[in-house]
């Protein structure tokens, strides 16, 4: 029963580990001269967000996972509209 938990535990660290080089892969992708260029990164690093959420589950740390779950479309909103409604103009 316990081999059983570990290789499910390394199989959800497995997928996390993905998660996160799709999302480096995806932001190297884009290159700077795109028109709202941060947006779609915005949107790519949701993808390391949701690995980061699942690691933490099989890590038996569900509060702490819940939470990040909770926050992080905060933190991606705040970011988007700072950068909308900055100073700077973005043609």
Avoid: Q, W
């Amino acid at each position: 029963m316990l081999e059983a938990i570990t290789i499910i535990r390394s199989a959800i660290f497995i997928i996390a580990s993905i998660l996160v080089l799709l999302t480096a892969i995806g932001i190297l992708r884009f290159k700077d001269d795109l028109n709202r260029v941060v947006y779609a990164r915005i949107h790519i690093l949701g993808l390391a967000d949701m690995g980061c959420i699942i690691a933490l589950f099989a890590l038996y740390d569900p509060l702490l996972g819940a939470t990040y779950f909770i926050l992080a479309p905060f933190a991606s909103h705040a970011i988007a509209n700072a950068y909308y409604y900055g100073e700077e103009t973005h043609d």
